[in-house]
């Protein structure tokens, strides 16, 4: 079998680093209040991934840490921006609404046209977008955090086609930990997390797709960021980086083990900038 290369397209992205995470609620089944997380660690293994991303040459910003919001590691939640215009966050649960306040405050006053959100969503944990796929398209999961609505109006603030998903488990509460972007146009995702219609919209739009099962989605897999070339993944994560290796990808390991705990991984804490 031949492949395409697989090249990679330099990135910039946004991370917050751990400094106020604990565990402290429970608003996703990953999250147990009952077990400390242990803090230097969490920094240390957080540092190591936005490392990784800038030795591939990746620009990473840093949005500082604010006291009492122990989920803002999870940067991939506070906006979405695609072609130089932001969709705004707004979440779903109260003890993580000021986040999305220090995330616009990132934005305005930059490169940016910046829109307020009527709608819950949650930035890319529910939004995608693949440049190359189908002209430009935005992929949206609902079902347990982002509006419905909010789809409708991140296409009318983005200006492109925005495809609705259905996530039907829990424990796949985000898009973000049931599918990703390998590059531009072509994606893994862990069917079953999906409805039986969305399933099918999936396979019909992705033919080529790497195809996870629930031992990569029990292991946050599929919450990885890639460049188009490298697939960063958490390093419980092995089995899914075989199969991307066998599609031509080159992935790359980093252990995220403390972010687990509150039901993220690696994608969770990195939002792409898509000036
Ligand atoms: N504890 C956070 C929450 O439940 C985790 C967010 C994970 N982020 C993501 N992009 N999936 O909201």
Not at 218 to 244: M, P, Q
Request: net charge negative; glycine share 8%.
């Amino acid at each position: 079998m031949s492949y395409t290369e697989r090249l990679p397209r330099i990135r910039t992205y946004l991370m917050c680093p751990p400094e106020h995470f604990t565990v402290e609620y429970a608003i996703n089944p990953w999250m147990d209040t009952t077990v400390p997380v242990d803090p230097a660690l969490a920094l240390k293994q957080w540092q190591m991934l936005r490392d990784t991303l800038t030795d591939l040459g990746h620009t990473v910003h840093v949005l500082e840490a604010v006291p009492g919001l122990p989920d803002m590691v999870y940067a991939a939640n506070g906006a979405f921006s695609v072609d130089g215009k932001v969709y705004g966050a707004r979440f779903k649960y109260p003890q993580r609404a000021a986040e999305a306040a220090a995330h616009r405050q990132f934005y305005v006053g930059g490169p940016w046209t910046f829109a307020d959100p009527e709608y819950v969503n949650e930035g890319e944990g529910d939004f995608a977008y693949m440049p190359d796929a189908h002209g430009g398209l935005i992929l949206a999961g609902y079902g347990f955090r982002t509006d419905p609505a909010a789809h409708a109006e991140a296409q009318e603030v983005l200006g492109r086609p925005v495809i609705s998903l259905k996530l039907v488990d829990p424990a796949y509460y985000h898009l973000d930990v049931a599918f990703a972007a390998l590059d531009d146009r072509n994606v893994t995702y862990f069917p079953e997390a999906f409805s039986e219609s969305s399933q099918r919209v999936l396979a019909q739009l992705f033919p080529d797709a790497v195809i996870a099962d629930r031992a990569d989605a029990e292991a946050f897999a599929l919450n990885l960021v890639s460049d188009g070339r490298n697939v960063i993944l958490n390093s419980e994560s092995t089995a899914l980086g075989e199969k991307v290796r066998a599609a031509g990808y080159n992935p790359v390991y980093v252990e995220l083990g403390e972010l687990k705990r509150g039901g993220g991984s690696i994608k969770c804490a990195v939002a792409e900038l898509r000036p």
